[in-house]
């Protein structure tokens, strides 16, 4: 969802984009090159000849061993940014993460904060956090790395969060975690595509550094997840599950589906319940000036922008 959006926007603005990922992309306006983070030839053909790269390539799951997330956040980064450096790139645009900045604890207006692999919550968290200091780490005057951590991005086609959303919604199996009081950020995936291509552009202001990227419309989440539920044709939630219940219920659950082996995803875990009953929403202001840049979505307009795609 996220890539295409981004691949677009650039193609909009006249440049020419070239893809690599599993799948063919179906845009007529980019070339697409078919390809994996851990298959360094695939790579070195990918990045041959451009001028700059955005890496949005990521497992991104709730669980997982350790093994697959690091190799594919962590060394799959590495590879493309070796390659790219080899090839004579001199700007790459890391997406990463807030969790990668995240404890547990509540995040209450604050700016962009040093990745802390150590304390991450998760094997996503911690992979994408020592994905970014190395990547950040790599940036030189002829080779500028910068990173953009868009905070929970949602929109039409998003099969992470509003789908998940939606689906538990309709089965009855989704809970209000705390009440659904605590308030949160998000980025609408338009807002979050314009941000990753802006650091691109302002580059010289950005490179070796972070930043988060979100709406700026912190909102509390029960109040988000029944729009996305509305948007969808879903009954919101109306059962509430207390804070310190549902963290507890999610460390048991990752255990059991850690012994089982099981390869879906689980319905809860300890990190989707401190999300869920935690405030964390930023202070903008630094990412504005640094980007130049403004959210063009609000969330009552990305709402509606959902609504109409579940209509068609």
């Given at each position: 969802m996220l890539g295409r959006a981004v691949a677009t926007l650039l193609a909009?603005?006249?440049?020419?984009?070239?893809?690599?990922?599993?799948?063919?992309?179906?845009?007529?306006?980019?070339?697409?090159?078919?390809?994996?983070?851990?298959?360094?030839?695939?790579?070195?053909?990918?990045?041959?000849?451009?001028?700059?790269?955005?890496?949005?390539?990521?497992?991104?799951?709730?669980?997982?061993?350790?093994?697959?997330?690091?190799?594919?956040?962590?060394?799959?980064?590495?590879?493309?940014?070796?390659?790219?450096?080899?090839?004579?790139?001199?700007?790459?645009?890391?997406?990463?993460?807030?969790?990668?900045?995240?404890?547990?604890?509540?995040?209450?207006?604050?700016?962009?904060?040093?990745?802390?692999?150590?304390?991450?919550?998760?094997?996503?968290?911690?992979?994408?956090?020592?994905?970014?200091?190395?990547?950040?780490?790599?940036?030189?005057?002829?080779?500028?790395?910068?990173?953009?951590?868009?905070?929970?991005?949602?929109?039409?086609?998003?099969?992470?969060?509003?789908?998940?959303?939606?689906?538990?919604?309709?089965?009855?199996?989704?809970?209000?975690?705390?009440?659904?009081?605590?308030?949160?950020?998000?980025?609408?995936?338009?807002?979050a595509a314009s941000a990753i291509v802006a650091c691109l552009r302002r580059i010289d202001f950005v490179q070796g550094r972070a930043v988060v990227v979100t709406n700026g419309e912190p909102r509390p989440v029960g109040e988000l997840i029944s729009g996305i539920c509305r948007a969808g044709g879903a009954e919101p939630p109306r059962w509430n599950v207390p804070g310190a219940l549902a963290r507890t219920a999610g460390s048991l659950v990752e255990r059991v589906w850690t012994v089982a082996g099981a390869a879906d995803e689980p319905p809860m875990t300890r990190f989707l319940a401190e999300q869920l009953s935690t405030a964390h929403w930023f202070d903008q202001r630094q990412t504005r000036a640094l980007l130049d840049w403004e959210p063009a979505v609000s969330i009552e307009q990305g709402l509606q922008k959902l609504a109409d795609h579940y209509r068609r």
């Open positions: 909009a603005a006249g440049d020419s984009v070239r893809t690599l990922q599993r799948r063919p992309t179906g845009l007529s306006s980019v070339t697409d090159h078919a390809g994996s983070l851990t298959d360094r030839a695939a790579l070195a053909r990918a990045v041959d000849g451009v001028d700059a790269v955005i890496h949005l390539a990521a497992k991104v799951s709730f669980m997982g061993p350790r093994s697959d997330f690091e190799a594919v956040n962590v060394e799959g980064t590495r590879n493309l940014l070796e390659e790219a450096r080899r090839a004579g790139v001199r700007d790459v645009v890391y997406v990463s993460s807030p969790s990668v900045a995240h404890a547990g604890q509540p995040i209450v207006g604050l700016g962009t904060t040093t990745a802390e692999p150590a304390r991450a919550r998760g094997e996503y968290a911690r992979s994408k956090a020592l994905a970014e200091l190395l990547a950040l780490e790599m940036s030189t005057p002829d080779f500028r790395v910068a990173a953009v951590r868009p905070h929970i991005v949602w929109g039409p086609g998003d099969t992470q969060l509003v789908e998940r959303v939606i689906a538990r919604a309709r089965a009855g199996r989704l809970p209000v975690i705390a009440g659904g009081t605590a308030l949160i950020d998000t980025t609408y995936v338009d807002n």
